[in-house]
């Protein structure tokens, strides 16, 4: 049976109600409890983009909403912007009234607006600056909003589940960007699977396959803000992940979720025909193989940025058995008690303040750090044509290859503070087989 929505796997699925279920009495929001009077929430954004905008009016937006239906009387001040090219504060600056002595710019500008203890942190810097960014602000203290992917390197990777599991230990709120995971057809699906409603998922297949949306003029970067600025990043695997982690980490995170866990292994291949400026393959497949109660699962992963080709975004699992006729979920789907409203943008943001307030922790960062994790499983398997374990990228480096766990993509987001850059190269791509 196939089924086109979204579902969690059981061991995943555990993660989720062991982070999403514990409550905690009072957590501290601006020295006093979420459930008391202290209902005033600084926000920190760092990386006013498309994204990093949208998601800041989205979480003023989630206040009101939340206000409005529930009298939740919370009360938003946006007291910071961070952004490389500084300029680009200026369009949520001027709109939500920050003062202009607190729109910081450079690389290093995230460390000033730490510095005036947001209580919480809104992320959408490009993706290698993620874990930087993430680990301070869970070291000062801040909930954090952070948007996919969340790495581009394993060691990236590795940073943000540590700091995850800081924030836990902290009882820091940390919501990401997979906002699938905030969708109720989404979690609807998973909780049926949770609960034997198709029986076990047996196989699977992904995909973000779109047109094009690369720039085709080559860029030749020799300045920072070739790469950081608006943009730019997006043609860099140093600095996107490629479009298999930056795009497809999507439907990977929905795999993940659904099968319960992340794969065992990867194999895949890819390529780049079309594309002149950057050094981001234009198509990757991969064959992911997970390992779930002694059995193996299959998923194929596929992404392409392509003009005039089969385009389809989504994800589709064969299970077990088709859903009963009379089959009834025992407990309400996971934030169904919460106002809906505007999407999985819209909603991811309802239901972190809905959750703050309520003192029901809520932590994201290992379900996002393991999406992000199988993009880069898959890519590296593209990029070394070769077949990849999980353990030897996340868990320990392997004696046959310790540099698939060691590697850390250059330019590193702390080159960018020091400014000691290695600058990539036009059209300079892995090729399987010859470069690791
Ligand atoms: N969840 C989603 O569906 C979704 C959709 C779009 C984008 N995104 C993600 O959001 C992030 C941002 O994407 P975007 O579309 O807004 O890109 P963008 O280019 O519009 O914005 C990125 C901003 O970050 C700034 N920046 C660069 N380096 C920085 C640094 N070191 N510190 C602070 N700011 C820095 C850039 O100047 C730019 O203003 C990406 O990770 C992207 O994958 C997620």
Redesign the pocket.
Known sequence: MENREQRPSRRSFMKSAVAAGTAYGAFSILGTTAKGAGKKIKVGL???????SGAVMQHMTAAKVLNDKLNMGIEIEVVAL????QG?CGRVGKRLKVPQDRWFGG?K??HKLLDLKPDIMLT????V??PV?FKAAIEAGCHVFM???VAVDAAGVRTIMEAGKLAEKKGLFVVA???RRHQQGYNQTAQEIQEGAYGRVMAGRVAWNMGRIFHNNPMNPSKPEDL????N??LWVEM?GDHIC??HV?NLDVANWYIGTHPDNAGGFGHRVLRKAGNMYDFFSADLEYKVDGRSVYVHSMCRQVGNCWNWVGEQFTYEKSKPKDFKLSKPVCYSEIPQMGGG?QQEHINLLYYMMKGKYLNEAQSVAEATGTAILARDAAFTGQRLRWDDLFVKPSKKNPELFNKQLKPT?LD?ETGNIAYPKDGDIYHPGKKA
Not at 46 to 52: E, K, N, Q, S, T
Not at 82 to 85: C, I, K, Q, S, T
Not at 124 to 127: G, R, V
């Open positions: 760092v990386g006013c983009g498309g994204r990093g961070a952004d490389f090219d680009r690389a500008g995230y959408a810097a490009p993706p600056f993620r960014h948007e996919k992917p960007g997979t906002q950081c600025r608006g943009g990043w997006q996107s930056e795009q999507h943008h987001a960018f």
